[in-house]
């Protein structure tokens, strides 16, 4: 590898996390550990999505214990993707990592991330090599999520990758002014282009607690992902029009072909009812899709904030400010 073209001179580690209260102490230690003792200024940024245990009281002690460590928390739990949002537009490191809260993530992955950064790479994600203790479903599932979402979408968004990853400045600066309440910020940095590699790593199984992303929130992520950066459902209703007009008027021909040449039809109302019940069926499976992307619209028009501040350390965020449109 080549000299290093830039040097990093700060850091900061963006963590949404909900009900984490058994993971945080432990994740600040791992933290520290790998990051805290480097030549670079570190800040460790936890947003608390409005969790109901004790995850505010320990992001509480945690900052007292150690000012490098600063935490937002949220008024409601607004989801993960905004929950990371709220983290990334209140970053000020020359680099930006974000990462999950369970020590799925390993903080040591994030060393190799920087020396790509220092080679002038501006992202590096983590793309996922092995899974532990991750249950086949939910593998399958995912893989077949990537690949679908690749194939449709304009955007090349890598597969078989979530949101560790660590972002230049510069791209950070571009993505604080996306502000679509449809988040999906894995596509939104490949969207952004620039110069992005990735770094293979094994995920290890989750430190403590649950997954707060059961299979509900997955398919909602999933859909934001492709709706967000794909028109292809739009264009299946549309094909899929043109193919049942098709076969209409082929069968139109047919039957006129046999009442002429045969005259053998047996009168009944079971194919009128097949048909029926089939080209219905498919008119509003794909009316739905269309509601979403108009219900998608509708949010955007609304023009509220993204989320909400209920509470933060020290004088990490103005007060003018706590509305989601933060500005720098």
């Not at 894995?186 to 059961?214: A, C």
């Amino acid at each position: 590898m080549s000299a290093p073209i830039r040097k990093l001179d700060s850091l900061t580690v963006v963590v949404p996390g909900l009900n984490e209260e058994e993971n945080l102490a432990f994740l600040y230690a791992e933290l520290i550990r790998v990051l805290g003792n480097q030549e670079w200024k570190l800040d460790i940024l936890f947003v608390d999505d409005g969790s109901t245990d004790g995850t505010l009281r320990v992001c509480r002690e945690l900052n007292v214990r150690d000012s490098r460590f600063q935490y937002v928390s949220l008024s409601r739990n607004f989801g993960h993707q905004i929950a990371l949002t709220a983290g990334l537009d209140l970053s000020c490191g020359r680099a930006v990592v974000t990462m999950d809260a369970d020590l799925q993530d390993p903080p040591e992955v994030v060393l190799e991330m920087i020396k790509l950064w220092e080679q002038g790479v501006d992202v590096a994600y983590g793309q996922r090599r092995t899974h532990q203790n991750i249950p086949f479903f939910k593998r399958f599932t995912a893989q077949i999520f990537y690949r679908l979402l690749r194939f449709m979408s304009d955007v090349p968004i890598p597969m078989d990758t979530g949101d560790f990853r660590l972002i230049d400045r510069r791209v950070m600066d571009q993505l604080k002014t996306m502000r679509e309440q449809g988040r999906f910020i894995r596509g939104m940095v490949s969207w952004i282009g620039f110069e992005q590699r990735p770094v293979l790593y094994d995920r290890p199984g989750r430190h403590q607690g649950n997954t707060k992303y059961p299979l509900f929130r997955q398919i909602r992520l999933a859909w934001a992902g492709i709706s967000a950066f794909s028109s292809w459902p739009l264009r299946m209703a549309t094909m899929t029009g043109i193919l049942f007009s098709l076969m209409a008027f082929v069968m139109v021909i047919y039957y006129i072909a046999r009442k002429i040449y045969f005259d053998d039809f047996t009168k009944g109302w079971a194919s009128i009812m097949v048909a029926i019940f089939a080209v219905g069926g498919v008119q509003m499976f794909f009316i739905g899709i269309v509601g979403e992307y108009l219900a998608k619209t509708f949010e955007e028009l609304k023009g509220r904030p993204l989320y909400i501040v209920r509470e933060t350390s020290g004088s990490l965020l103005p007060q003018s400010s706590s509305t989601g449109k933060v500005t720098h």
